[in-house]
C-alpha cells in the first residue's frame, strides 16, 4: 500500500506562488496515475491536474496557465506549483494515486485509491 505525504502549504497573498510537494513511499504500479485535488469545507474535492505513467497530463481549467503538476521520479516527489494565487484557491490540497482508472474520471476524486492527508492553502486579499 502507498504512502503518501504532501508538505509545502501555507498563506500566501493573492497574486503570490507556492510549491506543494508529495513524497511517495513508492513509485510503483500504485502510482501509475496520481495528482492533486482540493477541498473546501462544505463541497466535494475536486480535481486539480493529475498525470498517468506516460506524463499525460491532465489540469482543470480552474488550474490552467497558473498551476504546473510535475515530480522528482527518484526522489518519488510529486510536485504542483501554484502561481498566481487567488482568494478562491483556498483549500486544502491533496496528493492521491492509484494503480487503475477510467481515464474519462480521472478529475474524480473518487477514481484514486491512495490519499495523503493534506496540505492547506489559504490565499488572502
Known amino acids: 500500500q502507498v504512502q503518501l505525504a504532501e508538505s509545502g502549504g501555507g498563506s500566501v497573498q493573492a497574486g503570490g506562488s507556492l510549491r506543494l510537494s508529495c513524497v511517495a513511499s513508492?513509485?510503483?504500479?500504485?502510482?501509475?496515475?496520481m495528482g492533486w485535488f482540493r477541498q473546501v469545507p462544505g463541497k466535494e474535492r475536486e480535481g486539480v491536474a493529475v498525470?498517468?505513467?506516460?506524463?499525460?497530463?491532465t489540469y482543470a481549467d480552474f488550474a490552467k496557465g497558473r498551476f504546473t503538476i510535475f515530480n522528482d521520479y527518484a526522489a518519488r516527489v510529486l510536485w504542483l506549483d501554484l502561481t498566481r494565487l487567488k482568494t478562491e484557491d483556498t483549500a486544502k490540497y491533496y496528493c492521491?494515486?492509484?494503480?487503475?482508472?477510467?481515464?474519462?474520471?480521472?478529475?474524480?476524486?473518487?477514481?484514486?485509491?491512495?490519499w495523503g492527508q493534506g496540505t492547506q492553502v489559504t490565499v488572502y486579499q
Open positions: 492521491a494515486s492509484t494503480n487503475r482508472i477510467d481515464w474519462s474520471k480521472r478529475l474524480a476524486a473518487s477514481s484514486y485509491r491512495y
Open positions: 513508492e513509485f510503483t504500479a500504485n502510482t501509475d496515475y
Open positions: 498525470v498517468d505513467r506516460d506524463w499525460t497530463l
